[in-house]
């Protein structure tokens, strides 16, 4: 009975509090509803990312790159992406990554951890 607004925020809101399981269901619907899939998309991403499951992190965050690159969350998703390729041992791709980050978003917090990470993975 909710609206798809609606169900998105609730999402959101069991996301925050790490309520990964109710909240999965939840964005699946509204992704495949094609309601904000870019959002949806980077939601399940992190979901994926904070249980390790780092393929599939990477394949919702290009979803959602692909789908809207302007969004506020990109520095997160270009460095969850990154670490993502690196537990995976893709090194290249997650080197890339940390660099585009560097590039394209220089004054982000994420960008202080993608120099430390690349000096890590470069050494």
């Given at each position: 009975?909710?609206?798809?607004?609606?169900?998105?925020?609730?999402?959101?809101?069991?996301?925050?509090?790490?309520?990964?399981?109710?909240?999965?269901?939840?964005?699946?619907?509204?992704?495949?509803?094609?309601?904000?899939?870019?959002?949806t998309?980077?939601?399940?991403?992190?979901?994926?990312?904070?249980?390790?499951?780092?393929?599939?992190?990477?394949?919702?965050?290009?979803t959602?790159?692909?789908?809207?690159?302007?969004?506020?969350?990109?520095?997160?998703?270009?460095?969850?992406?990154?670490?993502?390729?690196?537990?995976?041992?893709?090194?290249?791709?997650?080197?890339?990554?940390?660099?585009?980050?560097?590039?394209?978003?220089?004054?982000?917090?994420?960008?202080?951890?993608?120099?430390?990470?690349?000096?890590?993975?470069?050494?």
């Amino acid at each position: 009975s909710k609206s798809k607004k609606e169900l998105l925020e609730e999402a959101k809101k069991l996301f925050k509090k790490d309520y990964f399981t109710k909240a999965i269901p939840i964005l699946d619907y509204l992704k495949n509803e094609n309601y904000k899939p870019a959002e949806t998309n980077y939601i399940l991403g992190e979901i994926s990312f904070y249980r390790k499951k780092y393929n599939d992190a990477i394949g919702y965050y290009k979803t959602s790159a692909m789908l809207f690159d302007k969004a506020a969350y990109m520095p997160k998703l270009l460095l969850h992406s990154a670490i993502s390729f690196e537990k995976t041992n893709n090194v290249e791709n997650a080197s890339s990554f940390y660099n585009t980050l560097i590039d394209v978003y220089p004054q982000t917090d994420e960008a202080t951890t993608a120099n430390k990470n690349l000096q890590y993975i470069n050494k």
